[in-house]
């Protein structure tokens, strides 16, 4: 029977998952994430999930394979996972009283048939003082994270609104992956709402 597989080592997409209740296991995949050639921000989050999706799907052949990645983008400036300190406080200072855009692609393939989509979400900072952002800083929080902010953690505070998908910013779109995993041969795979007992 296909399992569903997500073929990514990161805590907060398993988390996600597990929330909505399906039953999946993680195989992590390695892949360069290298873009060599001009994209826009849709094409590079699927152009990525994609591969990462494939490295794992290639020996998995009758599971169903989730690859996903998230970037944040601001003035068409793609924020990675900072560098060390001062990166990361440069790029709070940018976000600071600032609208940006977090992307996050997804992949899901089984055999040969592949679906990619995306979401994007605008994101809205708060104008964060020197000591905020060196309070976050001194958090440690921001350092293993695109835009060197979590808005699942911490990084809440600065944030003074989204437009879009809460759950695409932390790392998956978990409402419209379970709607697309439909188009895929999963029997016995249903959503079961974990208790809260």
């Not at 983008?73 to 600032?98: F, T, Y």
């Not at 964060?128 to 994270?145: I, M, N, T």
Request: hydrophobic share 40%.
């Amino acid at each position: 029977m296909a399992k569903i597989i997500l073929a990514s080592g990161s805590p907060r997409r398993k988390e996600l998952l597990q929330k909505i209740g399906l039953p999946f296991t993680v195989v992590v995949s390695d892949v360069d994430e290298t873009i060599s050639h001009p994209m826009s921000s849709e094409e590079i989050v699927m152009q990525l999930a994609s591969r990462k999706a494939y490295a794992v799907a290639k020996d998995h052949e009758q599971d169903v394979v989730i690859g996903a990645d998230t970037i944040v983008v601001l003035d068409g400036e793609i924020l990675g996972k900072p560098q060390d300190r001062n990166d990361a406080k440069r790029m709070l200072k940018q976000l600071s009283g600032r609208e940006h855009s977090v992307y996050t692609g997804v992949a899901i393939m089984q055999a040969n048939k592949q679906y990619l989509f995306y979401e994007k979400t605008n994101v809205t900072f708060w104008e964060l003082s020197d000591e905020e952002v060196d309070a976050y800083l001194d958090s440690g929080e921001p350092f293993d994270k695109a835009g060197a902010y979590g808005i699942q953690g911490a990084g809440a505070i600065l944030v003074k609104k989204i437009d879009g998908d809460y759950f695409s910013v932390v790392g998956l779109p978990v409402a419209s992956l379970y709607r697309q995993l439909q188009r895929f041969d999963l029997p016995g795979a249903t959503i079961s709402f974990p208790s809260q007992t």
